[in-house]
């Protein structure tokens, strides 16, 4: 159902995990607020399957192994990014020593030499499950840009592969990606990754698991270290992105009204907004006001507010 309200649309979005009212920003000659939901469960929609925020992690003890994401979908579940067997091992199978970076997750011991072949033997790679939830058909579509930070002596290439069910066999996505030569905290921005042309990523029906393993090799020494890295840019660091549709929702969330409706970017001050809402269930996770790039993508969207409270209002400011 859209109702139609002026200068902007409004739509109802029902999900029984994280709730989310989004805005989208157009420069036209003003910039129109454009607040949207996703209209019914029972169609498929754009979701957000799992994000993670690397700024200001825990990284004692190299950080925590499984990484559990800060959001995840109600239609999937996920423990979150866990280290190979090799990974803080030495290739003679000794634990390595060294401090991890900050903001950042992964580890060395990469170590041992060879190409894909070698490094999978040594257990070289990170991993992480999904599991469809029950009644959901999910499609993996993309792996949004991400950072990736490595040392002089870390691993030079990686491959990503994909398997469907736990001991399905794995399937490489596209060729191997070479890191890039900046070891800073600078990092290597890495483009984002297609998956919505693999068949076998999509309409995946309830209980099925996917997993992805990004495999790496070409360090020169155990001590040589490689992260996920976080992003220069605000917002979440290291995303999935996908389709979802079915479920039985809880919880509904009702867009009241959005203060103001239309404002226009004429200085290099902050535009303030006031989004109200209601909801009818149990909701499960915080609402949070989004806000899309200029070119409307939720894909690493800016969080501007968000809100504990069932029913209420968020104000925020719309960055210059």
């Given at each position: 159902m859209k109702t139609t309200l002026p200068n902007f649309s409004n739509f109802t979005k029902k999900k029984s995990s994280k709730t989310v009212f989004?805005?989208?920003?157009?420069?036209?000659?003003?910039?129109?607020?454009?607040?949207?939901?996703?209209?019914?469960?029972?169609?498929?929609?754009?979701?957000?399957?799992?994000?993670?925020?690397?700024?200001?992690?825990?990284?004692?003890?190299?950080?925590?192994s499984p990484l559990p994401a800060q959001s995840t979908s109600s239609a999937v579940t996920t423990d979150g990014w866990l280290r190979g067997s090799g990974v803080l091992l030495?290739?003679?199978?000794?634990?390595?020593?060294?401090?991890?970076?900050?903001?950042?997750?992964?580890?060395?011991?990469?170590?041992?030499?060879?190409?894909?072949?070698?490094?999978?033997?040594?257990?070289?790679?990170?991993?992480?499950?999904?599991?469809?939830?029950?009644?959901?058909?999910v499609g993996f579509t993309e792996i949004p840009a991400y950072n990736v930070r490595r040392s002089s002596s870390g691993p030079t290439t990686g491959q990503w592969q994909y398997s469907i069910n736990p001991?399905?066999?794995?399937?490489n996505i596209g060729g191997p990606i070479t890191?890039?030569?900046?070891?800073?905290?600078?990092?290597?921005?890495?483009?984002?990754?297609?998956?919505?042309?693999?068949?076998?990523?999509?309409?995946?029906?309830?209980?099925?698991?996917?997993?992805?393993?990004?495999v790496n090799y070409g360090a020169t020494s155990s001590g040589?270290?490689?992260?996920?890295?976080?992003?220069?840019?605000?917002?979440?660091?290291?995303?999935?992105?996908?389709?979802t549709s079915g479920g039985n929702p809880s919880a509904t969330l009702t867009l009241a009204s959005v203060t103001p409706s239309l404002f226009c970017a004429i200085s290099a001050g902050q535009a303030s907004v006031t989004a109200n809402y209601t909801s009818t269930g149990?909701?499960?996770?915080?609402?949070?006001?989004?806000?899309?790039?200029?070119?409307?993508?939720?894909?690493n969207p800016t969080v501007l507010g968000s809100s504990s409270s069932a029913t209420g209002s968020i104000t925020a400011f719309i960055p210059a």
């Open positions: 989004r805005a989208i920003f157009c420069f036209f000659p003003a910039l129109a607020l454009l607040v949207t939901g996703l209209v019914s469960p029972a169609y498929a929609q754009t979701d957000t399957l799992a994000t993670w925020e690397l700024t200001g992690i825990v990284t004692t003890n190299w950080g925590a030495n290739n003679l199978g000794v634990a390595t020593t060294g401090s991890p970076a900050g903001n950042a997750w992964g580890g060395n011991g990469w170590d041992g030499g060879g190409g894909l072949d070698s490094a999978l033997f040594r257990g070289d790679f990170v991993s992480i499950s999904f599991v469809v939830a029950a009644g959901q058909t001991n399905g066999t794995f399937v890191w890039g030569s900046t070891t800073t905290a600078t990092g290597n921005t890495q483009p984002a990754i297609t998956l919505s042309a693999i068949s076998d990523l999509q309409n995946l029906s309830g209980g099925s698991t996917v997993v992805f393993r990004l040589g270290t490689w992260y996920f890295n976080q992003l220069s840019s605000a917002g979440r660091d290291f995303t999935f992105m996908g389709s149990t909701l499960t996770a915080p609402v949070e006001l989004q806000l899309s790039n200029a070119q409307g993508s939720f894909a």
